[in-house]
Protein backbone atom coordinates (compact mmCIF):
# COMPACT_ATOMS: atom_id res chain seq x y z
CA UNK A 1 0.00 0.00 0.00
CA UNK A 2 1.17 3.91 -0.43
CA UNK A 3 2.30 5.46 2.16
CA UNK A 4 -0.14 8.66 1.10
CA UNK A 5 -3.13 6.07 1.24
CA UNK A 6 -3.00 4.94 4.73
CA UNK A 7 -1.79 8.26 5.93
CA UNK A 8 -4.40 10.26 5.08
CA UNK A 9 -7.57 7.61 5.56
CA UNK A 10 -10.32 10.74 6.37
CA UNK A 11 -8.32 13.19 4.94
CA UNK A 12 -7.89 13.76 1.52
CA UNK A 13 -8.62 10.20 -0.21
CA UNK A 14 -12.04 8.78 -1.07
CA UNK A 15 -11.97 5.16 -0.71
CA UNK A 16 -13.41 3.26 -3.64
CA UNK A 17 -14.98 5.77 -6.33
CA UNK A 18 -17.69 8.45 -5.70
CA UNK A 19 -20.25 6.48 -6.99
CA UNK A 20 -19.39 3.41 -5.38
CA UNK A 21 -17.33 4.44 -2.15
CA UNK A 22 -16.34 0.52 -1.21
CA UNK A 23 -12.83 -0.85 -0.97
CA UNK A 24 -10.27 -3.33 0.52
CA UNK A 25 -6.86 -2.52 1.75
CA UNK A 26 -4.11 -5.60 2.49
CA UNK A 27 -1.63 -4.43 5.19
CA UNK A 28 0.89 -6.39 7.50
CA UNK A 29 2.54 -5.40 10.29
CA UNK A 30 5.59 -4.58 10.89
CA UNK A 31 6.10 -5.04 6.94
CA UNK A 32 4.24 -2.76 5.82
CA UNK A 33 4.76 0.10 8.76
CA UNK A 34 5.45 -0.40 12.39
CA UNK A 35 1.76 0.88 13.36
CA UNK A 36 -1.45 2.61 12.60
CA UNK A 37 -2.00 5.59 14.75
CA UNK A 38 -4.82 6.93 16.61
CA UNK A 39 -7.19 8.34 13.62
CA UNK A 40 -10.66 8.78 12.98
CA UNK A 41 -12.66 8.75 9.34
CA UNK A 42 -16.17 9.81 7.99
CA UNK A 43 -15.93 5.52 6.45
CA UNK A 44 -17.32 3.28 8.22
CA UNK A 45 -13.89 0.09 8.89
CA UNK A 46 -13.98 -3.44 9.23
CA UNK A 47 -10.84 -5.28 10.23
CA UNK A 48 -10.37 -8.49 9.26
CA UNK A 49 -7.43 -10.05 10.41
CA UNK A 50 -6.39 -13.07 8.27
CA UNK A 51 -2.76 -14.03 9.52
CA UNK A 52 -0.84 -13.57 13.25
CA UNK A 53 -1.79 -11.50 15.89
CA UNK A 54 -1.81 -7.74 16.90
CA UNK A 55 -3.12 -4.68 19.34
CA UNK A 56 -5.97 -2.98 18.18
CA UNK A 57 -7.84 0.07 19.94
CA UNK A 58 -11.54 1.43 19.23
CA UNK A 59 -12.30 4.61 21.17
CA UNK A 60 -9.47 3.59 23.96
CA UNK A 61 -10.30 0.19 24.11
CA UNK A 62 -7.21 -1.97 23.50
CA UNK A 63 -7.76 -5.55 22.39
CA UNK A 64 -5.30 -8.32 21.00
CA UNK A 65 -6.67 -9.77 18.08
CA UNK A 66 -5.37 -12.86 15.88
CA UNK A 67 -6.83 -15.07 12.52
CA UNK A 68 -10.37 -14.91 12.05
CA UNK A 69 -10.89 -11.60 14.72
CA UNK A 70 -12.74 -8.23 12.79
CA UNK A 71 -13.40 -5.58 13.93
CA UNK A 72 -16.05 -3.01 13.33
CA UNK A 73 -15.70 0.62 14.00
CA UNK A 74 -18.33 2.98 13.19
CA UNK A 75 -17.66 6.54 11.68
CA UNK A 76 -16.23 9.08 13.51
CA UNK A 77 -14.50 6.63 15.82
CA UNK A 78 -11.44 7.18 17.24
CA UNK A 79 -8.68 3.53 16.44
CA UNK A 80 -5.50 2.29 15.75
CA UNK A 81 -3.80 -0.83 15.43
CA UNK A 82 -0.19 -1.57 16.61
CA UNK A 83 2.53 -4.45 16.51
CA UNK A 84 1.91 -7.25 19.27
CA UNK A 85 5.65 -7.89 20.53
CA UNK A 86 7.20 -9.35 17.73
CA UNK A 87 4.56 -10.85 16.05
CA UNK A 88 3.29 -10.13 12.55
CA UNK A 89 -0.27 -9.51 11.25
CA UNK A 90 -1.83 -9.55 7.79
CA UNK A 91 -5.46 -8.08 7.61
CA UNK A 92 -7.30 -6.30 5.23
CA UNK A 93 -9.01 -3.15 6.12
CA UNK A 94 -12.71 -2.29 4.58
CA UNK A 95 -13.78 0.66 4.24
CA UNK A 96 -17.23 2.29 2.80
CA UNK A 97 -19.66 5.10 3.34
CA UNK A 98 -22.51 3.27 4.97
CA UNK A 99 -25.05 6.10 2.55
CA UNK A 100 -24.23 3.68 -0.21
CA UNK A 101 -27.02 1.08 1.43
CA UNK A 102 -29.90 4.23 1.77
CA UNK A 103 -29.16 6.42 -0.17
CA UNK A 104 -30.57 9.81 0.71
CA UNK A 105 -34.04 9.50 0.06
CA UNK A 106 -35.36 7.87 3.49
CA UNK A 107 -37.71 5.07 3.01
CA UNK A 108 -38.10 4.28 7.03
CA UNK A 109 -35.48 2.37 7.36
CA UNK A 110 -32.11 4.03 8.12
CA UNK A 111 -34.01 5.45 10.52
CA UNK A 112 -35.55 2.31 12.06
CA UNK A 113 -32.15 0.05 11.49
CA UNK A 114 -29.33 2.05 10.18
CA UNK A 115 -28.87 5.34 12.65
CA UNK A 116 -29.12 3.79 15.90
CA UNK A 117 -26.22 1.97 14.99
CA UNK A 118 -23.93 4.50 13.33
CA UNK A 119 -25.20 6.98 15.92
CA UNK A 120 -24.40 4.08 18.85
CA UNK A 121 -27.96 4.25 20.30
CA UNK A 122 -28.24 0.96 20.53
CA UNK A 123 -24.72 -0.63 21.50
CA UNK A 124 -23.28 -3.17 19.28
CA UNK A 125 -19.85 -5.33 19.90
CA UNK A 126 -16.37 -3.82 18.56
CA UNK A 127 -14.87 -7.10 18.66
CA UNK A 128 -15.99 -10.06 17.26
CA UNK A 129 -14.01 -13.55 18.07
CA UNK A 130 -14.97 -17.34 17.15
CA UNK A 131 -17.95 -18.28 19.08
CA UNK A 132 -19.98 -15.43 19.35
CA UNK A 133 -23.10 -14.02 18.72
CA UNK A 134 -23.21 -13.47 15.04
CA UNK A 135 -19.42 -13.99 14.25
CA UNK A 136 -19.43 -16.91 11.88
CA UNK A 137 -22.67 -15.25 9.66
CA UNK A 138 -20.68 -11.91 9.80
CA UNK A 139 -17.36 -13.29 8.45
CA UNK A 140 -19.26 -15.50 5.71
CA UNK A 141 -20.75 -11.89 4.05
CA UNK A 142 -17.00 -10.37 4.44
CA UNK A 143 -15.53 -13.71 2.41
CA UNK A 144 -18.30 -13.50 0.20
CA UNK A 145 -17.51 -9.52 -0.56
CA UNK A 146 -13.95 -10.17 -1.18
CA UNK A 147 -14.81 -12.73 -3.85
CA UNK A 148 -17.49 -10.53 -5.32
CA UNK A 149 -14.55 -7.74 -5.38
CA UNK A 150 -12.23 -10.18 -7.30
CA UNK A 151 -14.63 -11.52 -9.77
CA UNK A 152 -15.69 -8.35 -10.57
CA UNK A 153 -18.63 -9.30 -12.69
CA UNK A 154 -21.38 -6.67 -14.78
CA UNK A 155 -23.47 -5.49 -11.21
CA UNK A 156 -20.79 -6.48 -8.34
CA UNK A 157 -21.48 -3.78 -6.75
CA UNK A 158 -25.36 -4.71 -6.28
CA UNK A 159 -24.23 -8.28 -4.46
CA UNK A 160 -21.71 -6.11 -2.45
CA UNK A 161 -24.81 -4.41 -1.10
CA UNK A 162 -26.12 -7.07 -0.72
CA UNK A 163 -23.90 -8.38 1.71
CA UNK A 164 -23.65 -5.41 3.59
CA UNK A 165 -27.45 -4.84 4.32
CA UNK A 166 -27.02 -8.91 5.45
CA UNK A 167 -23.92 -7.58 8.11
CA UNK A 168 -26.26 -4.29 9.14
CA UNK A 169 -28.96 -7.08 9.50
CA UNK A 170 -27.02 -9.19 11.81
CA UNK A 171 -26.03 -6.08 13.63
CA UNK A 172 -29.50 -5.22 14.49
CA UNK A 173 -31.20 -8.66 15.09
CA UNK A 174 -28.18 -11.02 16.53
CA UNK A 175 -25.79 -8.49 17.87
CA UNK A 176 -27.28 -4.92 19.14
CA UNK A 177 -28.08 -4.59 22.59
CA UNK A 178 -31.24 -2.35 22.06
CA UNK A 179 -31.75 -2.16 26.05
CA UNK A 180 -29.34 -0.45 26.67
CA UNK A 181 -28.05 2.85 25.74
CA UNK A 182 -24.80 2.83 26.58
CA UNK A 183 -23.58 7.16 27.39
CA UNK A 184 -20.91 7.51 24.72
CA UNK A 185 -18.49 9.44 25.57
CA UNK A 186 -17.08 12.89 23.57
CA UNK A 187 -13.84 13.17 22.02
CA UNK A 188 -14.60 15.97 19.79
CA UNK A 189 -11.66 17.86 20.97
CA UNK A 190 -9.29 15.54 20.81
CA UNK A 191 -10.77 14.11 17.19
CA UNK A 192 -10.11 18.32 16.18
CA UNK A 193 -6.10 17.95 17.92
CA UNK A 194 -5.20 14.65 16.04
CA UNK A 195 -6.66 15.57 12.87
CA UNK A 196 -4.61 18.72 13.01
CA UNK A 197 -1.52 16.20 13.86
CA UNK A 198 -2.04 14.33 10.57
CA UNK A 199 -2.22 17.19 8.35
CA UNK A 200 0.44 19.18 9.72
CA UNK A 201 2.55 16.81 11.51
CA UNK A 202 5.47 17.97 9.40
CA UNK A 203 5.76 21.81 10.45
CA UNK A 204 6.39 23.37 14.09
CA UNK A 205 3.51 22.61 16.56
CA UNK A 206 3.40 24.08 20.07
CA UNK A 207 1.21 23.34 23.15
CA UNK A 208 -0.43 27.01 22.67
CA UNK A 209 -1.34 26.41 18.98
CA UNK A 210 -2.98 23.31 20.06
CA UNK A 211 -5.03 24.76 23.08
CA UNK A 212 -6.00 27.77 21.17
CA UNK A 213 -7.36 25.01 18.38
CA UNK A 214 -9.80 23.81 21.01
CA UNK A 215 -10.23 26.74 22.96
CA UNK A 216 -8.59 25.72 25.97
CA UNK A 217 -5.62 26.93 28.12
CA UNK A 218 -2.09 25.21 27.75
CA UNK A 219 -2.45 24.11 30.89
CA UNK A 220 -5.68 22.34 30.72
CA UNK A 221 -4.79 21.25 27.52
CA UNK A 222 -1.83 19.28 28.38
CA UNK A 223 -3.56 18.18 31.76
CA UNK A 224 -6.65 16.90 29.09
CA UNK A 225 -4.69 15.19 26.48
CA UNK A 226 -2.41 13.16 28.71
CA UNK A 227 -5.41 11.95 30.91
CA UNK A 228 -7.56 11.70 27.42
CA UNK A 229 -4.29 10.22 25.44
CA UNK A 230 -2.22 8.03 28.30
CA UNK A 231 0.75 10.39 27.35
CA UNK A 232 1.89 13.99 27.13
CA UNK A 233 1.43 15.92 23.47
CA UNK A 234 5.06 16.16 22.71
CA UNK A 235 5.20 12.41 23.39
CA UNK A 236 2.57 11.81 20.86
CA UNK A 237 4.05 14.17 18.46
CA UNK A 238 7.28 12.45 18.28
CA UNK A 239 5.88 8.88 18.21
CA UNK A 240 3.33 10.10 14.92
CA UNK A 241 6.18 11.94 13.59
CA UNK A 242 8.46 8.11 14.12
CA UNK A 243 5.75 6.41 12.75
CA UNK A 244 5.87 8.63 9.65
CA UNK A 245 9.65 8.33 9.59
CA UNK A 246 9.64 4.95 9.80
CA UNK A 247 7.12 4.61 6.79
CA UNK A 248 8.78 6.86 4.41
CA UNK A 249 12.25 4.97 5.22
CA UNK A 250 10.37 1.82 3.30
CA UNK A 251 8.89 3.47 0.51
CA UNK A 252 11.27 6.20 -0.53
CA UNK A 253 14.88 6.35 -0.94
CA UNK A 254 14.71 10.10 0.99
CA UNK A 255 18.31 10.34 2.90
CA UNK A 256 17.58 9.93 6.72
CA UNK A 257 18.51 13.31 6.71
CA UNK A 258 15.67 14.32 4.31
CA UNK A 259 13.42 12.05 6.34
CA UNK A 260 13.87 13.89 9.50
CA UNK A 261 13.30 17.36 8.36
CA UNK A 262 10.08 16.09 6.52
CA UNK A 263 8.37 14.80 9.40
CA UNK A 264 9.39 17.85 11.29
CA UNK A 265 12.70 16.74 13.25
CA UNK A 266 15.14 19.96 12.58
CA UNK A 267 17.65 18.11 15.40
CA UNK A 268 19.10 15.13 13.22
CA UNK A 269 21.08 13.76 16.54
CA UNK A 270 17.85 13.83 18.26
CA UNK A 271 16.17 12.79 15.52
CA UNK A 272 18.55 9.21 15.77
CA UNK A 273 18.29 8.79 19.30
CA UNK A 274 14.50 8.87 20.02
CA UNK A 275 14.06 6.72 16.77
CA UNK A 276 16.89 4.19 18.13
CA UNK A 277 14.66 4.15 21.56
CA UNK A 278 11.25 3.32 20.14
CA UNK A 279 11.76 0.91 17.03
CA UNK A 280 15.06 -0.83 19.16
CA UNK A 281 17.42 0.08 15.82
CA UNK A 282 18.95 3.37 13.88
CA UNK A 283 16.66 4.16 10.97
CA UNK A 284 19.46 3.12 8.88
CA UNK A 285 19.06 -0.60 10.74
CA UNK A 286 15.51 -0.15 10.24
CA UNK A 287 15.29 0.51 6.53
CA UNK A 288 17.80 -2.44 5.86
CA UNK A 289 15.59 -4.99 8.06
CA UNK A 290 12.16 -4.33 6.67
CA UNK A 291 12.83 -2.75 2.92
CA UNK A 292 11.54 -4.97 -0.06
CA UNK A 293 10.35 -7.91 2.15
Known sequence: MNIKEYENYHERKEHGVETFPYNTYLCSIPLDFAEVPVHWHDEMEIIYIKKGRGVVSVEFEERQVCGGDYVIVLPGQLHAI???????????????????????????????????????????????????????????????????????????????KAQLLLVFFLLYTECADRTSHKTQQTHEQMKTVLKYVELHYGEKLTIEQMANLVGFSSSHFMKYFKTTMGQSFIDYLNDYRLVMASRLLLSS????????????????????????????????EYRRKFAQK
Open 82 to 160: RQAEDERMEYENIMFRPQILYGKQDDGTSEKYFRPILRMKVTIPTFYHEGEAGYDAIRRCLDQCDAICEARQEGYELLV
Open 253 to 284: EDSVLEIAQEVGFTNISYFNRIFKRRFEMTPR
